[in-house]
């Protein structure tokens, strides 16, 4: 089996350390370790994280092959520092059976840049009406723990009342997408001032927070634990905060982009700036980063969304809502998190690897940087600036937000299972 | 004056009092045995209207071909547009026809600016109404309408709109005339008023340079000019009011409204208009309506806005002014 020594790196943002690499295992931990008979890689100060864990990425495959197949899907996770991601069930056809999981899995296990754990629909053809085969796809080799509608979100009551429970008996979970249809019908962009002087559908806070409010309630009653998808509001931090006092069984994630970005970006009718949830205000994006630091949102989740070009080259109303995020994930929230003081590098490690593992049950992921433990590594130079070119992205879609903007951080090198996925900054 | 008119909001005060004077000039020219200036021969403007629209395209054409300019209707319904082409597609087809100017009406808010801020096109743009987002030509014609009555025809030469009281009734929340308007206006000096159910006010509305009012009655003594929008009925399907009745009677102008204005006051409707739902026939055909005096000054405005875009230095009309009767 081949050595790996990752000399002199800052494991979670602490002192500088050798890590020996033996086969897919962290041989040891230590200064000074020998180098004899291992390949090593200088790691001159950067920071060494447990590979990331995504739990909210859409790799478009089956059905959207033109935007994001699997395998580019999963490079792109490899370049953004991720080893393993979790896969929206809103393809073509719908993750809604234990066949179409086993395909993602399958095809994530070929390729080998980073595990894929397929997400499962809720209900059937995410029509909101009948729940899917839950358990089914969780007894599949693809061993499906979350469910989501993502997209979608789970409106009748019932039918989220149900699966709430149902999955209790494996364990499961549910991930919601908190949007209130008949709230959001037409909706273009976060309501408010902005939209008011564009002229754009209004996509209201209140849509997402009374879907969050009824959902932390429904979780309390039937002893569940829910997920809530890419929190976007203040009012939505405020509601979990309440939920978790109380001592309801909730977690949070809230994405990149709407730790940095804020709806005056709209103002440019440019769709790579449409998304849902929408862009908010500068008041969300503040009371967002302060609850990711304080633990009231558990996770930091991409909603990596791939489009091809023509779905955003085009006037807003008719643009595809999304934008990718694997690639550039940890240097926003570098920008956000780190540099601004509310987050260490050992915060960083629980919120975008320790804890979304956690809440998704990937086995060997986000585990501690110590002997004995899988090798999945993810090695940042966080001293680096650069502006992001899209060009350069491993993903098959270029829909960013951040084209051209100066961004801190880059991920070097990706280990999975002791396999290097990234080598200095290259796929392998 | 920028390359494009995308928005009201763009307009500077100087900018805007230019546009309007320049109207004024214009409209000597309907005064004519020969309405015609010799101006934009050789050029080309497409009207490009994705959405149907008869009395903006006819008035945009009648502003163009006054200017002997070449005009080209080009209207998304039967085209290929129907088919699936694109609006960057449609636009880079029509340029390279040798297309100088794009006149733009389309339903989806922010496509003129998509079009003159993308790369796709190098023509002037115009917007002839996006969406729920702007009309700032239709704002210009108001303006100039006003001007005219509340300052006077040769009185309102260089000037603006200053401490006038606007008010503005109906449905403000899916009106890109009253968002052109509140814009305008304000930039002209003027105090505006914007009266609706608070359904049909958006969400944000405090950040604009207007008051808001839900009680007609109360506003109206103190307008000097008060714009009627178009009330939809389908509005009340999706429960802005409760029936087509109720609206008339809080926020329609009928004769007894009428008569609570000052003597001086206006009433303005950017039509279509809808009778007996937001303005009742007396109203609409009394004398101190302005509905088809507005269409006229729109042939102007746009003739205007054409000339000061395309046009270059040369000045518009030679000859000097006619007196006001």
Known sequence: MSKT???????????????LIDGGTIAE???????EGAEVVEAGGKVLLPGLVDLHTHLREPGREDSETVLTGTRAAASGGYTAVFAMANTFPVADTAGV???????????????????????????????????????SAAGVTVFSDDGKCVDDAVIMRRALEYVKAFGGVVAQHAQEPRLTEGAQMNEGVVSAELGLGGW?????????????????HVGSRVHICHLSTAGSVEIVRWAKSRGIDVTAEVTPHHLLLTDELVRTYNPV??????????RDVLALREALADGTIDIVATDHAPHPHEDKDCEWAAAAMGMVGLETALSVVQETMVDTGLLTWAGVAERMSVKPAEIGQAKGHGRPVSAGEPANLTLVDTAYRGSVDPAGFASRSRNTPYEGRELPGRVTHTWLRGKATLVDGKLT | MQRHLISAADLTRDDAVLILDTA???????????????????????NLFFEDSTRTRISFEAAEKRLSADVINFSAKGSSVSKGESLKDTAQTLEAMGVDAVVIRHGASGAPYRLATSGWID????????????????????????????VGRDAGLGRDLDGRRITIVGDVLHSRVARSNVDLLHTLGAEVTLVAPPTLVPVG?????????YDLDAVLPKSDAVMMLRVQRERMNAAFFPTEREYSRRYGLDGDRMARMPEHAIVMHPGPMVRGMEITAEVADSDRCTVVEQVANGVSIRMAVLYLLLGGNEPAVTHTRTEEK
């Open chain 2, 123 to 150: 023509a002037h743009v115009i917007n002839a109404g996006d969406g729920t987002h702007q009309h700032p030509t239709q704002a210009l014609l108001d303006a100039f309408t006003m001007r005219r009555r509340l």
């Open chain 1, 273 to 282: 700036y449409k998304v849902n949830p929408p862009l908010r205000t500068e």
């Open chain 1, 101 to 139: 999981v086993e395909q993602v899995y399958r095809l994530g296990q070929e390729h080998g840049y980073c595990d894929v754990q397929p997400i499962g629909a809720v209900t059937v053809g995410l029509e909101g009406r009948k729940l899917a085969e839950l358990g089914a796809m969780h007894e």
């Open chain 2, 205 to 213: 509305v405090e950040t604009w340079p207007c008051e808001v009012s």
């Open chain 1, 5 to 19: 020594l990752i000399r002199g790196a800052k494991v979670l943002g602490g002192e500088p350390q050798d890590v």
């Open chain 2, 24 to 46: 004024e000039e214009m409209a000597r020219v309907a005064d004519r045995p020969i309405k015609k200036l010799p101006t934009l021969r050789g050029r080309t403007v497409v």
């Open chain 1, 29 to 35: 931990v230590g200064t000074g370790l020998s180098a």
């Open chain 1, 204 to 220: 209201p806070a209140v849509a997402e927070e009374s879907i969050i409010a009824r959902d932390v309630l429904l979780a309390e």
